[in-house]
């Protein structure tokens, strides 16, 4: 077992059948300790009902910044689990198949530690099921009333367990506090872990591979040892201390899973679930911006269960219109109406991919201003010029591998015009305190935010041209910062 792993008990007795273990520690001498140690705390009480020893442990824990299973929040889940059964569980055709075996009982229970359970045909639920609901040891009942349902899922006591679930636990926990917490450490002993999260067959990276290389040297100079991990390891992400994520975010999307995952687990994370979800979607961004008065370009949300009068629409807007579903990024899903014909094409079009489309005037400028900011900073600053004889930045019909994209102009963050940098910040406050790009124009009557991105582009040679290894070092002295605070 990892030297950094404790196991809190009721009292010590209840660890008979074990091996004796350093890492065993009783319910009231845990709640008494004020040696605030970074250690991981599986917490194996036998009370976890609200207000009970096993509930203060883990309450405790997260207060001392120690990363603890189960938590509160699944603990509550947990409680309430009968209230949204099923929320996020599917029994799909392989457990159906599993649970036919034991049909005439009309039900079946299976034992679940740390994720692992003794019956093969549940593996792959167990796994699920400890995704969803991280506790050490949880016992599952199904039931068949026409079909299986999850009757009830409850953690299980340590004293309650037979002879071979006992063994099935030992293995589980040695293996569990082996793997999960801590991976073997590198020589140099770093003070915190980061995943950087990216997809390395991206078309269009977020972040290509010197940046990449560049993000992990920087934050093993401020005592973070990153690496790379890739969709493969959700499995792995209670490892770390930290989630970064390099590759573009999308909602029903596994990168959202691992915002979503990591948040829940007390990690930082850049881009945090309520990043993704408010710039993701260009719907709530307009209505947002709106609402607190953000110059944008004049906007419309067009429904395609209304009648549209696309003549006045055109009488407002004067063509060329652009046409946008939410949910795109890099320009994919933006279009350009140069006629009534066409406007009406496009809109048919986009809306087979989604109810709701924006429409947008458009506003003719030989280059898009793009402000990265982090924490309510402004980091670096690039002027995107469009793809060449193309109306956007990236010109998707063009032949090349991941479209061909416009020129760059890297500029310093003192150079970019005053209103420019002032609207950016404005615009993000709104979001969080992430890390984003705004891609802004500057028109006749002042500047206009075109989207902001929660997963802003940094690659080796375009956004670090100015700063360049002094970008990364400013990104990773803010996890650095915000793992600290924690």
Request: contains cysteine.
């Amino acid at each position: 077992m990892h030297h950094s792993t404790l196991v809190i008990l009721d009292h010590s007795a209840v660890w008979q059948p074990y091996f004796p273990s350093q890492a065993i520690i009783a319910a009231d001498d845990f709640l008494q300790d004020h040696s605030n140690s970074r250690a991981h705390v599986i917490n194996l009480c036998s009370d976890l009902g609200y207000l009970g020893t096993g509930y203060y442990v883990s309450l405790l824990a997260e207060a001392r910044g120690q990363r603890v299973i189960p938590s509160v929040s699944t603990i509550n889940d947990l409680r309430n689990f009968s209230h949204y059964q099923l929320l996020a569980i599917t029994i799909d055709k392989t457990l159906v198949r599993a649970l036919e075996k034991s049909l005439p009982e009309q039900q079946h229970s299976i034992f679940i530690a740390f994720g692992q359970t003794p019956d093969v045909a549940f593996e792959g639920f167990a796994r699920q099921l400890f995704d969803r609901y991280p506790c050490p040891l949880l016992r599952v009942d199904f039931q068949f009333q026409g079909r299986w349902y999850i009757h009830s899922l409850k953690p299980v006591n340590l004293s309650d367990l037979s002879d071979s679930e006992q063994s099935f636990f030992g293995d589980a926990l040695d293996h569990f506090s082996k793997r999960v917490w801590r991976k073997a450490r590198a020589r140099k002993d770093y003070r915190f872990d980061l995943a950087i999260l990216h997809d390395p067959n991206e078309a269009i990276p977020t972040s290509n591979k010197r940046a990449l290389q560049a993000f992990i040297r920087a934050a093993r100079q401020h005592d973070i040892d990153a690496e790379l991990i890739t969709a493969s390891d959700f499995n792995r992400l209670l490892e770390f201390d930290a989630l970064f994520i390099r590759e573009t975010t999308k909602i029903n999307h596994y990168t959202y899973h691992f915002a979503k995952k990591a948040e829940a687990n007390g990690l930082v994370v850049i881009d945090s679930p309520q990043s993704i979800v408010r710039c993701a979607n260009k719907v709530f961004l307009h209505e947002l911006l709106d609402k607190h008065r953000i110059a944008t370009p004049m906007t419309e949300l067009l429904l395609r269960n209304q009648h549209i009068d696309y003549e006045k629409l055109a009488e407002r807007f004067g063509f060329p219109i652009v046409l946008k579903i939410p949910d795109g990024s890099f320009s994919i899903g933006v279009e350009k109406a140069e006629d009534l014909e066409s406007l009406k094409h496009i809109a048919n079009q986009l809306f087979e991919q989604s109810t709701i489309i924006l429409a947008q005037e458009f506003v003719r400028t030989e280059y898009d201003w793009r402000i990265g900011v982090l924490n309510h900073r402004a980091i670096y600053a690039c002027k995107y010029h469009m793809a060449r004889n193309h109306w956007q930045i990236y010109n998707h019909a063009s032949h090349t591998k991941g479209g061909k994209s416009g020129g760059f102009e890297t500029v310093g963050v003192q150079q970019v015009p005053r209103d420019v940098i002032k609207l950016a910040l404005q615009a993000t406050r709104l979001i969080g305190d992430g890390l984003y790009g705004v891609d802004m124009k500057v028109t006749a009557q002042g500047p206009v935010i075109i989207e902001i991105n929660d997963n802003p582009s940094i690659d080796a040679g375009v956004e670090d041209a100015l700063l360049g290894d002094e970008l990364y070092h400013v990104i990773m002295r803010d996890f650095y910062r915000r793992l600290d605070e924690k």
